[in-house]
Every structure is written in C-alpha cells, then in structure tokens.
C-alpha cells in the first residue's frame, strides 16, 4: 500500500472542485437574489433561488469540462446553469437588469476577499501541517477574482454583455446580444488567442496585489 501514488493532476482536481462548485453556485445564487429583490420571481419559483450546487450544476459546464481538463491538460472551462431572468417583471428594466447582472460578478469578487481572509488566518495562527488548506483558500482567491473580471468582459453569453447593453441600449448592443451560439463561440476564440495572455496577466497582477498584502501581514 505504501507505494501507491496518487497523481498531482487529481489531488489539485479535488482541491479545485469544491470551490469551483461553491464559487459558481454563490455566483447564481446572487442572480437569483437580486432578481428576486427587483420584483422577478422567475428564479424564485424554479428552485434556483439557493446556495445548493447541484440546483445550479450544468452536466457539460459543471462536470465533464473539469473532467476533460483533468485527464488532458487544456485549460479549465466550466459554467453553472444560467439563472433565468425576466426583464418585463422589472420596474426600471435596464437599471434593474444592470444590477442583478452585476450581482454574479460581484459576489464572487466579496468571496474572492473571504477566501484571502480565511487564507491569513490559517497561515498565520494555525499550526501544524496547513498545506492543503491554504491551497484551497488560495484557489478560492484566484478562482473568484478570475471570475468577477471574466464574467464582466462584454462578450456573450457573460454578464458583461447585459451590463453594456444595459448601459447602451442600442441596435449595436442589441446585435450583440442576440449573437447566441455566435457569441459562444467569439468567446473561444478569445481564449485561445493572444488577448488571453494579457488578460491573465492582469489576473496574476490582481493576485500579486493579494500577494503584497499577505506579506505585510508577515505570512
């Protein structure tokens, strides 16, 4: 039994899931809530108003993307089942959609801020072996910090192409809006193009921000 080894792929696989699962399911559930608050009950009445994340699971996005990922090495794409939102139930449609469209992103950037939190807590005043659990924190941090700049790049099917419409509601955003499968596609490209890199990089600068500040705090 003592020569059994376990593949980093999947020990970092299993560390990443239940946050990525987290992380998305509280990333719905902001939608849902705000939605809710804004006079559409449409998520409300579908069960999707909950942290649960197998209300929130997509079968491709959820579980066989991170799948693939692990067993070829491609970057990780993964989503959770849009949160259904009707516009007609708001009292100012495009101010009102704005928010709850928002309301995702955001709430990944307060858990991206949780997460760091918890990282200096465990580093700093628990001891003993701690190694697993400052990589999950820390895969908290990168995880959601991706994921409020990502969801807010005005591609669709991302929250970022509400908000722009939203903000500039016109025939061009319009246009953009209803690019469907189109925009899904637009949004692969992106990936594995070379504007990927600068975002990433961005990203990691992010992260080096959240990196200062652990070491001000000696950790």
């Not at 987290?22 to 939608?31: C, K, N, P, Q, T």
């Not at 801020?113 to 924190?137: E, M, P, Q, T, Y």
């Not at 990168?142 to 807010?152: H, K, S």
């Not at 193009?193 to 080096?208: C, E, G, T, V, Y």
Request: hydrophobic share 55%.
């Amino acid at each position: 039994m003592s020569n059994i080894q376990i593949s980093e792929k999947l020990i970092s696989f299993i560390t990443f899931l239940p946050i990525f699962l987290i992380s998305l399911s509280v990333h719905e559930f902001a939608h849902a809530l705000s939605a809710s608050k804004f006079g559409d009950d449409t998520a409300k009445c579908l069960g999707r108003l909950t942290l649960n994340p197998f209300k929130h699971a997509d079968l491709i996005g959820t579980y066989l993307m991170p799948l693939v990922s692990l067993t070829t090495g491609i970057a990780l794409i993964g989503w959770a089942k849009p949160v259904p939102v009707n516009m007609s139930k708001f009292k100012n449609p495009l101010r009102d959609d704005a928010i709850v469209s928002f309301a995702g992103p955001f709430s990944n950037f307060i858990l991206s801020f949780l997460f760091f939190i918890l990282f200096l807590i465990f580093a700093r005043f628990v001891s003993g072996d701690k190694h697993f659990i400052l990589n999950l924190c820390w895969y908290g941090v990168f995880l959601n910090v991706f994921l409020f700049f990502f969801n807010l790049l005005p591609i669709p099917p991302l929250d970022g192409s509400h908000i722009l419409f939203d903000f500039f509601p016109n025939n061009y955003t319009a246009k953009l809006m209803k690019l469907g499968i189109y925009g899904s596609i637009i949004l692969m490209l992106f990936i594995y193009s070379p504007l990927w890199l600068f975002f990433m990089k961005f990203i990691n600068l992010i992260l080096s921000l959240f990196v200062k500040t652990a070491d001000f705090f000696n950790v």
